[in-house]
C-alpha cells in the first residue's frame, strides 16, 4: 500500500521560493518514479516535474529553470524546491506515485502573492 503525504506550501511573495516535501510509504516508492501535479484556479490539474527511481528528471516546460525535483529514497521523500515563484504557481501541489493505479497525497496550498 503507497500512502504520500505532501508538505511544505505556504504563502510567498512574488520571486520568492518554497520547498515542497512529499513523504512516502510502500515498498515501491523506492523504485517507482514520482510526480508533482499542481490545481491551479480555473483549470485542469496539471503535470509540473517527475523523478525515476533512478533520479532521471522532467519537467513541464513552465517550471524549466525555476523547478528542481529530487529525492532521497533512504528517507523515502521526495522534493520540488520552487525558485523565482510567480503569482501564477498558485494552486494546490499534489504528489503522485503510478503503480497499478494511481496514487495522491492530499495536496499543499501554494500561494504567491504579486
Known amino acids: 500500500q503507497v500512502q504520500l503525504v505532501e508538505s511544505g506550501g505556504g504563502l510567498v511573495q512574488s520571486g520568492g521560493s518554497l520547498r515542497l516535501s512529499c513523504a512516502g510509504s510502500?515498498?515501491?516508492?523506492?523504485?517507482?518514479?514520482v510526480n508533482w501535479y499542481r490545481q491551479v484556479p480555473e483549470k485542469e490539474r496539471e503535470f509540473v516535474a517527475a523523478?525515476?527511481?533512478?533520479?532521471?528528471?522532467n519537467y513541464a516546460d513552465f517550471v524549466k529553470g525555476r523547478f528542481t525535483i529530487s529525492r532521497d529514497n533512504a528517507v523515502k521523500m521526495v522534493y520540488l524546491q520552487m525558485n523565482n515563484l510567480k503569482p501564477e504557481d498558485t494552486g494546490i501541489y499534489y504528489c503522485?506515485?503510478?503503480?497499478?493505479?494511481?496514487?495522491w497525497g492530499q495536496g499543499t496550498q501554494v500561494t504567491v502573492s504579486s
Open positions: 503522485n506515485l503510478k503503480f497499478l493505479k494511481d496514487y
Open positions: 510502500g515498498t515501491v516508492f523506492e523504485v517507482a518514479t
Open positions: 523523478i525515476t527511481g533512478g533520479k532521471v528528471t
